[in-house]
């Protein structure tokens, strides 16, 4: 299938610092790829739609300042966390949808926020 | 409101023992129902993709099937590998819709 990358897998950073995780689809163009957090023993819930291009869509409840969204390129989209606080500590994880329909996700970034 | 429930919320098999997990959705115009598979701490890795009722598709130990209501994910004699959360989205447009996961574990 598909391959999705996502980079870092883990990263620890201090509170009010401000983090970027990358989503690459590596073999396929994805000019849409979507951004979901999952807390422990929860299901995913999406975050924002990204389209190449253009602003990124956010869902009721996500701050737009405080998670950003760039799809600057076919195979890229970043998720930047600003002024992290512990309470965004999570598992950040990204999909990017094949020329044909399909979505594949992400190995997932878990986030520890000090 | 778009609503996709799975059930049970966990499971237990013996190795060999066949069962069935459910997601039953409640949407206005399916676009496609998937199964994934998640490990502790990985993303999903996709399994399967049913776009209309009637529909199935096989991959090794796991069927799934997919009717107006509900799909099923049928796992024939499991083994332990098998032991994952198995997710269920219905995509509405062009967004997915996750299921809480059913937890499968399989002993030897």
């Known amino acids: 299938g598909a391959v999705v990358s996502q980079h870092p897998s883990r990263v620890i950073c201090k509170s009010g610092t401000s983090v970027k995780i990358e989503c690459r689809s590596l073999?396929?163009?994805?000019?849409?790829m979507f951004w979901y957090r999952q807390f422990p023993k929860q299901s995913l819930m999406l975050m924002a739609t990204?389209?190449?291009?253009?602003?990124?869509?956010?869902e009721q409840g996500v701050e737009k300042d405080k998670f950003l969204i760039n799809h600057a390129s076919l195979t890229l989209s970043t998720l930047t966390v600003t002024s992290a606080h512990p309470e965004d500590s999570s598992f950040y994880i990204c999909?990017?949808?094949?020329?044909?329909?399909?979505?594949?996700f992400g190995e997932g970034s878990r986030l520890t926020v000090l | 409101e778009d609503q996709v429930t799975q059930s049970p919320e966990a499971l237990r098999l013996q190795e060999g023992e066949s069962s069935s997990l459910n997601c039953s959705y409640t949407?206005?115009?399916?676009?496609?129902l998937f199964w994934y598979r998640q490990d502790p701490g990985k993303g999903p890795e996709f399994l399967f993709t049913?776009?209309?009722a009637g529909e199935e598709k096989e991959k090794e130990r796991l069927k799934a099937t997919l009717t107006k209501k509900e799909s099923f994910l049928h796992i024939t004699a499991p083994k332990p590998e098998d032991s994952a959360t198995y997710l269920c989205?219905?995509?509405?447009?062009?967004?997915?819709?996750f299921g809480e996961g059913t937890q499968l574990t399989v002993n030897p």
């Open positions: 999909s990017a949808r094949t020329p044909d329909g399909e979505l594949f």
């Open positions: 073999d396929f163009q994805a000019t849409t």
């Open positions: 990204s389209n190449e291009g253009s602003k990124a869509t956010y």
């Open positions: 949407v206005s115009g399916l676009r496609g």
């Open positions: 049913l776009y209309s």
């Open positions: 989205a219905v995509r509405v447009r062009s967004r997915l819709t």
